[in-house]
């Protein structure tokens, strides 16, 4: 069983910068790919970026150069950095871990959800 975390959500002016933090605990969570996934109301949920164990990263091509996504496996915890924030980025930023090998961009693979954390972008 794992348990995900996520925190560092908040409104920000487009062209900002937020750094969202999700904490694993659960026993070989380290050993697990990760990814975070985004949300608006109406909407299914949408891959933004993910890592594998090895620290190995995959981007949507829509945040690609914007967004960095990284993880402490010492601490159990991924980052998602996001800078040059657009308002088209809003939405509810979820982080997912599988067990399996390998990111996944679809959300039906993943079997561990954090609550999410909020990132409103105004314009």
């Known amino acids: 069983q794992v348990l995900l975390v996520e925190s560092g959500g908040g409104l920000v002016q487009a062209g900002g910068s937020l750094r969202l933090s999700c904490v694993a605990s659960g026993r070989s969570a380290s050993t697990y790919s990760m990814a975070w996934f985004r949300q608006t109301p109406g909407r299914e949920r949408e891959f933004v970026a993910g890592v594998m164990w090895n620290s190995e990263t995959y981007y949507a091509d829509s945040v690609k150069g914007r967004f960095t996504v990284s993880r402490d496996n010492a601490k159990n915890t991924l980052i998602l950095q996001i800078n040059s924030l657009e308002p088209e980025d809003t939405g509810n930023y979820y982080c997912?871990?599988?067990?399996?090998?390998?990111?996944?961009?679809?959300?039906?693979?993943?079997?561990?959800w954090g609550q999410g954390t909020q990132v409103t972008v105004s314009s």
């Open positions: 997912a871990a599988r067990t399996s090998a390998g990111v996944s961009d679809n959300s039906k693979d993943y079997g561990y």
